[in-house]
């Protein structure tokens, strides 16, 4: 069933006035693709929030290797949409490597284990009973964009690999994407656009950088959502403590695993990534984004997985597009949304 709620969403800024009227048709059916870990990963607490809100309908999830490896990010997503009672949603494994980025010293001194062939670890309470279904994640996404042209909404929080071979794999997939909505990306034309994983790149295009070029290069209608806006957050044990306040199965997941991370560092306050990015698309008025011309470098030096972003066209990113790049957050309200969500109980 489909409700509609028209929102009115200002975007202000010094030089520029815009307002923008946008409709958003409920529920939003979503691809769910990631580099799943189980808490305290962010990837794990922005499933949670799309698990429950009504406004999001989840027509699949598909697994791509990034925070760890592909067998990890498979196994952990299905013991949680086990332990969340969601078991009837189907996970496609995807990409377990980037398109060309190979393993290094660095990429192994630094966060991720994406090039890791590990076994993953026994998730809590167990391996899911339930397996990952036999189609891939690429035959999945384009399968069902073609089928349901203009419709689909693809929420996108780890490396952009699936995307891009989905986009390669089919001549038609860009331009039947409703929307694709990215947590990637570092902006430093705009303020807290430094990188995590090199001195400007930000981990999922450090990690996938050819993906991340030909996926912003496509065509498709994009919402990205960068380290900027990421940084106007931060999950305190305050926050923490309200949310586990309330017994469910999963604030119980989120006290077996997050419980003694604060215990060790009470004053770490976490950055909530993917989980901002995911909001965005249950209340896109929880963030503010401003239009950039957004590419990505893919010379194998200093700047490889740099986001670059501009208000005009500069030489050499010709055929750079244009795309919605956040870069503030309506905090309060996005705490209290998330809190909310998390804390209501499983189906
Ligand atoms: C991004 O990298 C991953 O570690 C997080 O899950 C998030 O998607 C932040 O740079
Ligand atoms: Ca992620």
Do not use: C
């Not at 590990?118 to 035959?139: L, N, Q, R």
């Not at 071979?165 to 089919?170: G, T």
Request: cysteine-free.
């Amino acid at each position: 069933m489909t409700r509609l709620f028209p929102m009115l969403i200002g975007i202000l800024s010094l030089a520029d006035i815009r307002v923008a009227v946008a409709q958003v048709d409920y529920p939003v059916p979503i691809i769910f693709d990631t580099d799943f870990v189980m808490p305290p990963s962010d990837d794990s607490m922005a499933l949670m929030l799309a698990l429950q809100s009504p406004e999001i309908e989840i027509l699949g999830i598909t697994t791509v290797a990034g925070n760890d490896s592909l067998e990890r990010a498979t196994s952990d997503v299905l013991r949680m949409l086990e332990i969340a009672n969601q078991a009837g949603i189907a996970v496609y494994q995807g990409a377990d490597m980037p398109l060309v980025h190979e393993k290094s010293d660095y990429a192994v001194r630094k966060y991720g284990n994406w090039y890791s062939n590990e076994a993953p670890p026994i998730p809590p309470g167990g391996f899911a009973t339930k397996k990952a279904e036999d189609e891939t994640a690429v035959s999945f996404i384009v399968r069902t964009v073609m089928s349901r042209p203009q419709q689909v909404t693809l929420v996108a929080i780890g490396p952009l690999t699936n995307i891009a071979q989905a986009i390669r794999a089919e001549p038609g997939f860009a331009k039947n994407v409703k929307q694709l909505v990215i947590m990637g990306g570092a902006v430093a034309l705009l303020p807290d656009g430094a990188g995590n994983m090199t001195p400007n790149a930000e981990f999922n295009f450090w990690v996938d950088p050819e993906a991340a070029y030909v996926t912003l290069r496509s065509g498709i209608p994009i919402e990205l959502s960068p380290l900027n806006v990421s940084r106007k957050s931060a999950l305190t044990k305050a926050w923490y403590e309200k949310i586990v306040a309330v017994e469910t199965p999963l604030t119980q997941l989120l006290r077996e695993t997050l419980g003694h991370q604060f215990e060790s560092e009470p004053d770490r306050a976490w950055l909530m990534y993917d989980q901002i990015a995911m909001a965005s698309v249950i209340d896109p008025t929880l963030v503010t984004s401003e239009r950039l011309y957004v590419d990505v470098d893919i010379d194998h030096g200093i700047n490889y997985g740099v986001s670059v972003a501009g208000r005009e066209i500069w030489p050499g990113a010709e055929g750079a597009q244009q795309i919605n790049v956040q870069y503030e957050l309506d905090w309060p309200r996005f705490i209290e949304m998330f809190v909310e969500r998390v804390q209501k109980p499983v189906h």
